[in-house]
């Protein structure tokens, strides 16, 4: 398959990497000099600079995001809200297919995967919280003094919202953020990762275009240095953060330090178990891409595969030709289904892993390959699927954030869920199953803060997502992501005359 020219789709993004950082409803020049490469995941090529925030461009964004807060945003209405939350949906709805090359070119997202699951999946956020706007209510507690006082609860919002996002989707962790944010009164700066920078800065210019009020968006780009300063800042009253649990862990410690509430959404080793009596078919293919998608570079990534032993060797065979048949090339390609890695040093990472499972002796059903042709340069690696391994290994142990899946044979639904909940990770799991029974009473015995049953990798913006054990704390999406981005104050009147 032959790479696009990639650099005539790129032309029009440069302006992006030259628009320099968004504080207070405006573009402006960062105090620092220094400078991070954007890559082309497809090419290898770097062909632009963003500019690393220091902590001076870091305290003037959350001085704006303070400023706004305090002399108008907090004091908003719901339906100012609402409406600013639904211009700022239409103007992204309004570009969908912009972002989703944004997306393919800086993060290596096929372009069809981009817009109807990033690019879509921030509109339909912002929509769903702008409709929970007037719908965040208190409560009225009744009191043994009976009607000589009265007791109730608001909910507030933090303050200043440190939301630092992934590379691996965007758009899906802008929205899920930015989203309740914003509904419950907060202002942002967004720290988007230094590998996946550019949708957000389109995000930003959209911000500019839909006239949301000035400084409730702010977006400072930067790496870890960056992240540092801004989870440190003393204006900041919350932190949510999407990414690896070694950055996580120094967030959680820092906010700690500081007593700042923080939502964490990690990484994952999640399992899928299929059994015996499971639809093979669509247990096949949904195991393959619920492993595979973005190139198995996705936080909820089942890539632990357990089949009952009845069907294991007829299932792996089905699955190995299944991941042999999923086209893998240039995102901006139609028909592509698997886009290349983010960077280099995270082919070499994977590809560490596969070079350890092959010492310890381990079976390749089929072995990870780099693509050749017009793909050599790029950051692309076929699937690999690997058998005997022990279930210490690295590669059932870790999170490998790539194309490979370990496949194993259970005898039966104890052993199954023991090898399930034997991570430290606890972010999402697949049972395949036909049999109710089981599927209800396994889901409630596996140690996921989600479980998909008969499908995986679904996510509604409706639902909330977050993990156990390793895999973080606090939920993102859903109704629950409100209370992730409020606080609770107890008023009490006396009504007594005196």
């Given at each position: 398959m032959a790479v696009i020219d990639h650099r005539e789709t790129r032309a029009p993004f440069l302006r992006l990497a030259q628009r320099r950082l968004f504080v207070g409803g405006a573009w402006v020049e960062p105090r620092s000099a220094d400078t991070l490469p954007v890559e082309d995941p497809s090419t290898g090529e770097r062909w632009a600079e963003l500019p690393a925030a220091n902590d001076a461009d870091v305290d003037a964004a959350v001085r704006a995001a303070r400023d706004a807060f305090e002399r108008y945003w907090q004091q908003s209405t719901p339906a100012q809200r609402r409406a600013a939350l639904l211009r700022l949906a239409e103007q992204v709805e309004s570009c969908l297919d912009e972002l989703a090359t944004i997306e393919a070119i800086d993060?290596?997202?096929?372009?069809?995967?981009?817009?109807?699951?990033?690019?879509k999946a921030l509109v339909r956020n912002l929509e769903y919280y702008a409709s929970w706007c007037d719908k965040i209510y208190g409560s009225l507690v009744p009191l043994p003094s009976g009607g000589?006082?009265?007791?109730?609860?608001?909910?507030?919002?933090?303050?200043?919202?440190?939301?630092?996002?992934?590379?691996?989707?965007?758009?899906?962790?802008?929205?899920?953020?930015?989203?309740?944010?914003l509904a419950t009164g907060n202002t942002v700066v967004i720290k988007p990762s230094e590998l996946g920078s550019l949708s957000t800065l389109r995000f930003a210019e959209l911000c500019q275009e839909a006239d949301l009020p000035p400084g409730i968006v702010n977006v400072v780009t930067g790496g870890p240095s960056t992240g540092q300063a801004l989870v440190s800042h003393p204006e900041v009253d919350k932190v949510s953060f999407t990414g690896g649990c070694a950055?996580?862990?120094?967030?959680?410690?820092?906010?700690?330090?500081?007593?700042?509430?923080?939502?964490?959404?990690?990484?994952?080793?999640?399992?899928?178990?299929?059994?015996?009596?499971?639809?093979?078919?669509?247990?096949?293919a949904g195991v393959g891409l619920g492993g595979l998608a973005l190139s198995g570079q996705a936080c909820a990534a089942?890539?632990?595969?357990?089949?009952?032993?009845?069907?294991?060797?007829?299932?792996?065979e089905r699955l190995l030709g299944f991941c042999r048949g999923l086209p893998i090339g240039d995102p901006l390609a139609p028909g592509t289904l698997l886009g290349p890695l983010i960077s280099a040093a995270q082919l070499e990472k994977v590809q560490r892993y596969i070079d350890a499972a092959e010492a310890q002796g381990?079976?390749?059903?089929?072995?990870?390959?780099?693509?050749?042709?017009?793909?050599?340069?790029?950051?692309?690696?076929?699937p690999t699927i690997v058998a005997g391994l022990s279930?210490?290994?690295?590669?059932?142990?870790?999170e490998i954030f790539g194309p490979v899946l370990a496949v194993f044979p259970f005898e039966n639904e104890e052993e199954a869920v023991t090898l399930a909940n034997g991570t430290r990770f606890?972010?999402?799991?697949g049972v395949?199953?036909?049999?109710?029974?089981?599927?209800?009473?396994?889901?409630?015995?596996?140690?996921?803060?989600?479980?998909?049953?008969?499908?995986?990798?679904?996510?509604?913006?409706?639902?909330p997502f977050g993990g156990y054990q390793d895999s973080g704390w606090g939920r993102e999406a859903g109704r629950e992501a409100l209370f992730e981005y409020t606080q609770v104050k107890n008023v009490y009147v006396d009504l007594s005359e005196r």
């Open positions: 993060v290596g997202m096929v372009r069809t995967v981009a817009r109807n699951f990033g690019a000589n006082a009265l007791d109730y609860q608001r909910r507030e919002p933090y303050g200043v919202v440190a939301a630092i996002t992934a590379w691996n989707a965007p758009l899906v962790f802008l929205g899920s953020k930015v989203g309740p944010a950055t996580g862990r120094r967030i959680a410690e820092t906010a700690g330090r500081l007593l700042k509430k923080s939502t964490l959404e990690l990484g994952g080793k999640s399992p899928q178990l299929v059994f015996a009596d499971a639809a093979i078919d669509r247990a096949v089942g890539t632990r595969i357990y089949v009952e032993r009845p069907i294991y060797d007829e299932f792996v381990s079976t390749f059903l089929c072995k990870g390959e780099r693509l050749g042709g017009d793909l050599a340069s790029g950051f692309f690696l076929s279930q210490d290994s690295p590669v059932v142990q870790e606890g972010l999402a799991a395949w199953t036909n049999n109710l029974s089981r599927a209800h009473r396994v889901a409630h015995r596996l140690r996921a803060g989600i479980v998909w049953v008969n499908t995986y990798g679904n996510l509604p913006y409706t639902v």
